[in-house]
T-cell receptor
Framework: EAQVTQNPRYLITVTGKKLTVTCSQN?????MSWYRQDPGLGLRQIYY???????DKGDVPEGYKVSRKEKRNFPLILESPSPNQTSLYFC??????????FGPGTRLTVT | GDSVTQMEGPVTLSEEAFLTINCTYT??????LFWYVQYPGEGLQLLLK?????DKGSNKGFEATYRKETTSFHLEKGSVQVSDSAVYFC????????????FGTGTQLKVEL
């Protein structure tokens, strides 16, 4: 079964405490991407990766980092989280944008 | 830049009613158009897509036609069910350019018995 998994699903943390949200896919897709979903704004792309060791900024990359050391994993790193990064985060994987598979989401609260 | 505009929600319908969710877009060139659905507590799933003008995407009783002249991709279903209650997102993408999906803000659909 095609699957994108994210961990953790829920996270409450404090300002400035570094955190990592993991994303893993079992479909061997080259393309992976991170989005954040906020009320009234829809989904906005944070970072994307076209292949191993190839990453680039999306529309809202400030305050985030990513890495793509292996094809299946694409972690999202918040070095110093702030309250404005409280959001619902989705990882996606696909051959291309035509058919992306989304993970179940990670709800992050930064206090 | 690209943008997608969807009708505001929530949309509340009775079971077996006809559904239309409006979507218009602004983009250069010839984007591909998509509808994604998000059921409560889940990630987004691709519902249907259309890759060129006049194409009709369809799936699970839902349909949408790519209208380049009106830059629209309205979602329709002839008879909704309670199980269709979800948030629906219209989106577009260009080949290349990071393959980014540009989403609308989403429209929540509630279907009641």
């Amino acid at each position: 079964e095609a699957q994108v998994t994210q961990n953790p699903r829920y996270l409450i943390t404090v300002t400035g405490k570094k955190l990592t949200v993991t994303c893993s896919q079992n479909m061997n897709h080259e393309y992976m991407s991170w989005y954040r979903q906020d009320p009234g704004l829809g989904l906005r792309q944070i970072y994307y990766s076209m292949n191993v060791e190839v990453t680039d900024k999306g529309d809202v990359p400030e305050g985030y980092k990513v890495s793509r050391k292996e094809k299946r994993n694409f972690p999202l790193i918040l070095e110093s989280p702030s309250p404005n990064q409280t959001s619902l985060y989705f990882c996606a994987a696909g051959v291309h944008s035509y058919e992306q598979y989304f993970g179940p989401g990670t709800r992050l609260t930064v206090t | 830049g690209d943008s997608v505009t969807q009708m505001e929600g929530p949309v509340t319908l009775s079971e077996e009613a006809f559904l239309t969710i409006n979507c218009t877009y602004t983009a250069t060139g010839y984007p591909s158009l998509f509808w994604y659905v998000q059921y409560p507590g889940e990630g987004l799933q691709l519902l249907l897509k259309a890759t060129k003008a006049d194409d009709k995407g369809s799936n699970k009783g839902f349909e949408a036609t790519y209208r380049k002249e009106t830059t629209s991709f309205h979602l329709e279903k002839g008879s909704v069910q309670v199980s269709d209650s979800a948030v629906y997102f219209c989106a577009l993408s260009h080949l290349g350019g990071g393959n980014k999906l540009t989403f609308g803000t989403g429209t929540q659909l509630k279907v009641e018995l």
